[in-house]
């Protein structure tokens, strides 16, 4: 947030994903709520920068959003995970990766407890996965 608020030339990218907003969450701001026939739909069409699935969801970075601000100039941010990272990678070959890490694994738990939104089973299947992305 504070590196927005110091430069005007730079962009948080806007996702899309399947998934049911958040508490808190609004359409196209945080993401485009899609269902999965529009977010199939739009692959098909070839609207995403990347796309996948992920837990169930899928999520994607559109293409034309991403394209427009380049065009006029901007840095553009897109907060994505391993799996778009290296197809966006594959594509822009001039991008600068971050990849950032959480301050502990517990920290990590502890913030996807914290949203309420998972199952046990889908939080012991994000701790594993995050756990071989991280290792």
């Known amino acids: 947030?504070?590196?927005?608020?110091?430069h005007d030339d730079i962009f948080i990218s806007v996702s899309a994903t399947t998934r049911n907003p958040r508490v808190g969450e609004v359409d196209g701001v945080n993401y485009h709520?899609?269902?999965?026939?529009?977010?199939?739909?739009?692959?098909?069409?070839?609207?995403?920068?990347?796309?996948?699935?992920?837990?169930?969801?899928?999520?994607?970075?559109?293409k034309s959003s991403v394209e427009k601000m380049l065009d006029e100039g901007k840095n553009v941010i897109l907060e994505i995970d391993i799996q778009g990272a290296l197809k966006v990678k594959e594509k822009a070959t001039d991008g600068v990766f971050i990849f950032i890490l959480p301050p502990s694994m517990e920290e990590l738990k502890q913030r996807i407890i914290k949203r309420g939104s998972e199952t046990p089973e889908s939080l012991m299947t994000r701790f594993k996965s995050a756990y071989?992305?991280?290792?």
């Open 33 to 62: 709520f899609l269902t999965k026939e529009e977010f199939k739909q739009r692959i098909a069409e070839d609207d995403f920068l990347e796309h996948a699935e992920v837990y169930g969801n899928y999520y994607g970075t559109p």
């Open 132 to 135: 071989k992305e991280i290792n």
């Open 1 to 6: 947030k504070a590196l927005l608020e110091k």
